[in-house]
């Protein structure tokens, strides 16, 4: 099974930027798809960004579009997250997740199909 350690400073002031990143341990990286979820306090973890299996196809949710960016170094092992133009309702915990469903191509866009996730990073954007 594949393990995820997640790195990344988590605070920031409205506007700025943050990279967070995940790093795969224990299984071959390039069988799974990768994907960034946030979660608000109370709240189910929702979707944010993904990235297939080779890089090739991104995925992301529209509040996000054009602001973050995420992508994956199969030699390094590590998905990143690049988040520009930050806002406050983007306060939240974010979490890498992993998936090796039968989809190369793609990533699952919901929580409920993933068995693999990363540790949880806060960040936290001030206004």
């Known amino acids: 099974h594949v393990q995820l350690l997640e790195s990344g400073v988590g605070l920031v002031q409205a506007g700025g930027s943050l990279s967070l990143s995940c790093t795969a341990s224990g299984s071959i990286f390039t069988t799974y798809g990768m994907t960034w979820f946030l979660q608000l306090p109370g709240k189910e973890r929702e979707f944010v960004a993904g990235?297939?299996?080779?890089?090739?196809?991104?995925y992301y949710t529209e509040a996000m579009k054009g602001r973050f960016t995420i992508s994956r170094d199969n030699a390094k092992n590590t998905v990143y997250l690049q988040m520009n133009s930050l806002k406050p309702e983007d306060t939240a915990v974010y979490y890498c997740a992993a998936d090796r469903g039968p989809a190369s191509y793609t990533v699952p866009f919901t929580p409920a199909q993933y068995d693999y996730w990363g540790q949880g990073t806060q960040v936290t954007v001030s206004s």
């Open positions: 990235v297939s299996r080779n890089g090739g196809n991104t």
